[in-house]
């Protein structure tokens, strides 16, 4: 998440019921490269040792102001000055409360209050207790001040009540805290991307499809996030539930036309960048039928008819306006300076912007990516061999510099 180390990551652990599932968050931060270490409230205490995040961790964790974790060191200052990032999951309502005024009674109100790193807080408590207008005051304070808040579900509390109220997923904790590390470049912008395949029915039980799997759009999104976008995916058909934030809207679609209606109602709500990652089927049975083909009356051959290309339909009406900022996807097999001229043609004729090409062995069913990324000077930047993550960043990276 932090350029060049390991993030960095203070997590704070407050007397809620949901306690015992700050454990697994440090667990979800550590997985993805952090450094996690825990400050305690006394009532967190109740609910979990601190010998438990002692052990996940392998750091001490911070529990009282007259402990000394370093020599000569003050816990609470040089916890808040060592964070890149402090998470308060669970965040209690006496916790929020405390930090919206300011109180520093304990090591992690003071740490809320010394440090100059982004806050996120993941709330937890009984769903009165949430809805009440002190507790959604305080609440609004403290975002007013730029803390981010990861709402929490609804369903069934640990108190009986149903309602608002349980801690957010981990991963949602996640998205939230990358999202407060990572560059405001897209800060405000509205994205939308297709991704994933097409099917187009021949009848109830059959289509033709491709073996897109809809994962470098996904790490696109997920890029656009946390970069401060507002994002749309429209996608196809996936074989797996995308892990997205909750945040990202998300509108699914089955054949090509379906797809080609969502993206194009999405342009009138004028969005900064349109990414048409999906790999939109070309043909489309001309004529599906309602009923099961039987291999008795099975023909012998299908009549494709042309499905509308959305990329050239979207480059069309954008025309010479600089919004939105188009970027299409080829795959093509071939040797990579075929691919290179191949991109370069389809974007001139598809009008967009930006063309990322890659090569169907390096793509399908890889959660790694090689690209080239063309722009509309001929310029182009080769991307080697690398996660779709890193490889979405650095697309991210051409299209605000070109953007
Ligand atoms: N695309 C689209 N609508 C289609 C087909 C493709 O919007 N009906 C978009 C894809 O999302 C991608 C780009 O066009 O961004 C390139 O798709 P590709 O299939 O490689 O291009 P084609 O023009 O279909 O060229 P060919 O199949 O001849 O290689």
Redo the contacts with the bound molecule.
């Keep these: 998440m932090t350029k060049g180390r390991a993030s960095r990551i203070v997590l704070g652990v407050t007397g809620s019921i949901a306690a015992y599932k700050a454990a697994e968050i440090a667990r979800y931060f550590m997985k993805r490269g952090c450094v996690v270490r825990v400050v305690m409230s006394e009532a967190a205490e109740k609910f979990i040792s601190p010998l438990t995040f002692e052990s996940i961790t392998q750091q001490p964790v911070l529990r009282t102001f007259w402990e000394e974790t370093q020599p000569g060191a003050i816990g609470h200052i040089a916890l808040a000055d060592w964070a890149d990032a402090v998470v308060v999951a669970p965040a209690s309502a006496d916790c929020i409360a405390k930090a919206a005024f300011g109180f520093a009674e304990s090591p992690l109100l003071a740490v809320l209050l010394a440090t100059k790193a982004p806050v996120i807080m993941a709330p937890a408590m009984n769903v009165n207790m949430y809805e009440h207008p002190q507790t959604q005051e305080n609440i609004s304070t403290l975002a007013a001040r730029g803390v981010a808040f990861v709402e929490p579900d609804t369903g069934d509390l640990a108190c009986g009540w149903k309602g608002r109220g349980r801690l957010a997923e981990a991963s949602e904790i996640f998205f939230e805290t990358k999202r407060s590390l990572g560059p405001k470049d897209l800060l405000g912008k509205r994205v939308v991307i ?1 991704t994933g395949p097409t099917r187009e029915a021949i009848d109830p039980v059959r289509f033709i499809s491709n073996r897109s799997s809809g994962k470098m759009g996904v790490a696109l999104a997920k890029e656009a996030y946390r970069r401060g976008a507002q994002v749309i995916v429209v996608h196809g058909p996936l074989s797996m539930t995308p892990r997205l934030p909750r945040r990202v809207s998300k509108i699914s679609v089955t054949s ?1 036309a379906q797809m ?1 209606e969502a993206v194009l109602s999405q342009l009138s709500l004028s969005p900064d960048i349109v990414i ?7 043909y489309r049975p001309a004529a599906p039928v309602s009923e099961k083909i039987k291999k008795s009356t099975s023909p012998s051959s299908i009549e494709l008819i042309s ?8 480059g069309e009406k954008k025309g010479e306006s600089p919004r939105p900022f188009l970027v ?5 097999t071939g040797t990579p300076e075929e691919l290179v001229a ?1 991109v370069t043609r ?1 974007l001139i ?2 009008n967009a912007d930006l ?1 990322v090409g890659n090569l169907a062995q390096d793509s399908f069913d890889k959660d790694t990516n090689r690209v080239c990324v063309v722009c509309r000077s001929g310029e182009y930047e080769s991307i080697e061999t690398a996660k779709k993550s890193e490889v979405a960043r650095r697309i991210f990276d051409a299209i605000v510099k070109k953007g």
């Excluded at 499905?307 to 979207?314: P, R, T």
């Design positions: 297709s090509a080609r048409m990652a999906a790999a939109v089927a070309d499905n509308a290309d959305i990329l050239l339909e979207v299409g996807f080829a795959v093509e191949e389809k004729r598809k063309m």
